[in-house]
Each structure stands twice: as structure tokens, then as C-alpha cells.
């Protein structure tokens, strides 16, 4: 089997320090988080950023900061910045983090609307997936596609069918905001990409472990972290995205599934090497 690419989705845009104090904000704690992921194993940081009191930005500013931070302690990590951003940001809000230097070489790509629960609703109407989708392409930056449910699957095709998406794709397969976490959706979901493609999942909160198992026996790659979950087990919250990682790591070790390094990532997902 192909060997796995972690990802880590270590701060996201809505998790607080109040659920988990070790969720961070300041640029040294977003630092910290990343170091403490790559360490462990993670190949792939998928980052949001925020100001020091916790409020989510996509401010070119602070991404670059986060980076050049990152960067110094994580030298070859994958650094995907999240163009979702969070629920309520105007499109061009979200773009800002990918006017970062050097220019991306992966970053997200959100493909269709999501209910995120109560009246909160993470709005990607066509035009703005097209419009991400030409940016994205034109600037050389590799969408990981975002997908929540089915229908997402099959938005991105018609991005494709367009002739706005590089091949192979990358998809990553958001379990338990809108589509069920179940194993039967993720088999379902994962037969319905193209030959060829690539995909990460990741289950949301008490939903990580189960689909993480069952992704890395499948031969997907897997996405942990406080962006979608907190705890390390049922009661207790993980101390670190290193933690989650390790924790990946041990369940790839039982299974038999060797972790590839940032390079090994970058021959996978079709990335350039690093300059
Ligand atoms: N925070 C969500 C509204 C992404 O990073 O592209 C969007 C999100 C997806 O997290
Ligand atoms: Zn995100």
C-alpha cells in the first residue's frame, strides 16, 4: 500500500481555548502546534490562523507570519492554508491567505455549501468554486478538494469537466458535519472519485479514531487534529496535535502502513519538490 500522508489540522477557525487550552492562537503557539505535529509524523500542516485573542482572520499578514514560523521549525512541511477560512468571511477575505510568499503549493478548496449546525451555514455557491478553482489554477497552487458529502464529490467533477483542475486530484472527505461518519459512507464516498485520485478523511469530534482506522486499512491518507476533534480518547482531551499524530502513527504501525515523509507526500499528492 501507498504510504500515509498525515495530515494536521492543528488550530482551525472555530475551536477555542476554552474547550482545549491547548488549542492555539499567538503565531508561536500556532509554531508550536505544527512542530509538535511534524515530529510525530504529519507530512501535510493544514492551517488557519488567528489574532491573539482567538478571532479567526485571513489576513495575508498573519499568514505569513504563521509561515515564515512554521517554516523555520517544520523546514519541509507541506503548509496548506485554508481557504474556507471561517463561516461568514466574504470570498475575497478567504483568498487573502494565499497571497502569502512563496505562493502556496497546496492549499483548500471548498466544494459546495455546508449546514455546520444550528443556523450557521458555510456558504460556497458555484460561482465561488470556480472562481477559487481558476485562481488556484492559474497560480500554480494545488486544491485539496473539500468535500462534506456526495453531491461535493460530483461539484467537483463539473470544476473538472470545466478544465480548472490539475489530475491527479487530491480530495479530502469531511465525515460527521453533514455527511454521516460511518464506514459504509466512507467506502461509498471513496468509490465515487475518479481512478487515479488521491484522498484524505477525517472524522469530526467522536468520529476521528473509527474513520481514521478504517482510512489507513483502505489505503486513504487521514487528516487529525484540533480543527476536528480534541479529545485523544472518549473523556480525555489531547494534549498537543502531536498526540493525535502519535496516536495515527501507532494506528498505521499496527496495521502495517509505513508514514511518509514530506517528500514521499509531495511525490504522492503530485507537488513539486521543494525549492
Ligand atoms: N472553517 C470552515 C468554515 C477549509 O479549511 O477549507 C471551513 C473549513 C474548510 O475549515
Ligand atoms: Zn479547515
Known amino acids: 500500500m501507498e504510504k500515509l500522508i498525515i495530515s494536521a489540522c492543528i488550530s482551525g477557525a472555530e475551536v477555542t481555548k476554552e474547550q482545549n ?11 508550536r502546534e505544527a512542530k509538535s505535529a511534524y515530529d510525530a509524523g504529519a507530512s501535510v500542516i493544514h492551517l488557519h490562523v488567528r ?9 495575508t499578514e498573519r499568514f505569513q507570519e504563521c509561515y515564515d514560523a512554521i517554516r523555520k521549525v517544520c523546514p519541509d512541511v507541506i503548509i496548506q492554508p485554508s481557504t474556507g477560512g471561517a463561516v461568514g ?4 477575505e478567504r483568498l487573502e491567505s494565499t497571497n502569502i510568499v512563496p505562493t502556496p503549493e497546496f492549499a483548500t478548496l471548498d466544494c459546495g455549501t455546508v449546514n455546520f449546525g444550528g443556523d450557521e451555514i458555510f456558504i ?3 460561482n465561488t468554486i470556480m472562481n477559487f478553482a481558476k485562481i488556484m489554477q492559474e497560480r500554480g497552487i494545488k486544491p485539496e478538494l473539500e468535500v462534506f458529502d456526495k453531491g461535493m ?3 467537483a467533477l463539473k470544476v473538472d469537466k470545466k478544465g480548472l483542475l490539475e489530475h491527479p486530484m487530491h480530495f479530502d472527505f469531511v465525515l460527521g458535519v453533514q455527511m454521516a461518519a460511518t464506514i459504509r459512507d466512507l467506502v461509498f464516498i471513496s468509490n465515487s472519485i475518479p481512478a487515479g485520485s488521491t ?12 474513520i481514521a482506522a478504517a482510512t489507513i486499512s483502505m489505503g486513504g ?8 476533534n480534541l479529545y485523544l480518547e472518549k473523556g480525555r482531551l489531547a494534549k498537543s496535535n502531536g498526540e493525535m499524530v502519535e496516536k495515527a502513527v501507532k494506528i498505521a504501525e499496527l496495521l502495517g502502513r509505513e508514514i511518509a515523509t514530506p517528500t514521499e507526500a509531495r511525490e504522492i499528492l503530485g507537488l ?3 525549492a
Open 21 to 31: 487550552p491547548a488549542v492555539p492562537y499567538t503565531v508561536e503557539e500556532i509554531a
Open 51 to 59: 489574532w491573539d485573542d482567538g478571532t479567526p482572520t485571513q489576513s
Open 89 to 92: 468571511m466574504t470570498d475575497l
Open 124 to 126: 460556497n455557491t458555484d
Open 153 to 155: 464529490v460530483d461539484i
Open 199 to 210: 484522498w484524505t478523511a477525517t472524522g469530526i469530534g467522536r468520529n476521528a479514531w473509527h
Open 221 to 228: 491518507h487521514v487528516r487529525v487534529g484540533f480543527e476536528d
Open 272 to 274: 513539486k519538490p521543494l
